[in-house]
């Protein structure tokens, strides 16, 4: 068990610091996602949901 560890202990420590990493960014997120703050960067036009998620802002006669 010692010589497995030894022998992947490299891999081991890379496979721990992204976790980590990962866990701090989903925390990250969900604290935003409590405060109210979007991950949306408000760029429709690049956007494959372009004006679906926020209502259009040069709204013209009531459309």
């Known amino acids: 068990m010692l010589q497995w560890l030894s022998a992947n202990l490299g891999t081991i ?3 721990v610091v ?3 990493i ?3 960014v989903i925390r990250s997120l969900i604290k935003d ?3 109210g703050k979007s991950t949306c960067g ?5 956007c494959a ?3 679906k998620c926020h ?4 709204t ?3 459309k």
Request: some cysteine; hydrophobic content about 35%; charged content about 10%.
């Open 33 to 35: 996602k409590r405060k």
């Open 60 to 62: 013209q006669g009531g």
């Open 13 to 15: 420590l890379v496979c």
């Open 49 to 51: 949901m372009a004006g």
């Open 42 to 46: 408000n760029n429709c036009a690049h």
């Open 55 to 58: 209502p259009s802002q040069n």
């Open 18 to 20: 992204l976790a980590f």
């Open 22 to 24: 990962v866990a701090g």
